[in-house]
């Protein structure tokens, strides 16, 4: 059974910073790539960012560009998201997707329907 695990949620004032950590049970785990997604009561699912299987590539929503870094260790089986200068709209919890297939469009990652492996999620809060 494969296992996702968010980690490093908490409460932080506004300016300060939280590192996420995503741990996945997936072999080879440099076969996939992994997405940070958010969610707030009420709203969708949103993109955040994105690492590709290999490393070589990063993808942001512009809101955290500048901001937010993700990063692999892929012999460690983990995903970091390094999120600096928060914000309280980005107060969410936070989710960690994987996923391995061969997709047919170049923008599939910020599209949380195209993920087949989550984990639970990890709360964020940003007090002003």
């Known amino acids: 059974q494969v296992h996702v695990a968010e980690s490093g949620g908490g409460l932080v004032q506004a300016g300060e910073s939280l590192k996420l950590s995503c741990t996945v049970s997936l072999h080879p785990f440099s076969d996939y790539g992994v997405g940070w997604f958010r969610q707030v009561p009420g709203k969708e699912r949103e993109f955040v960012a994105f690492i590709r299987a290999t490393g070589d590539r990063t993808y942001y929503r512009d809101s955290v560009k500048g901001r937010f870094s993700i990063s692999r260790i892929n012999r460690e089986n983990t995903v970091n998201l390094q999120m600096n200068s928060l914000k309280p709209e980005d107060t969410a919890v936070y989710y960690c997707?994987?996923?391995?297939?061969?997709?047919?469009?170049?923008?599939?990652?910020?599209?949380?329907?195209?993920?087949?492996?989550w984990g639970q999620g990890t709360q964020v809060t940003v007090s002003s």
């Open positions: 997707a994987a996923d391995g297939r061969l997709h047919t469009y170049s923008l599939w990652y910020r599209d949380a329907a195209e993920f087949g492996y």
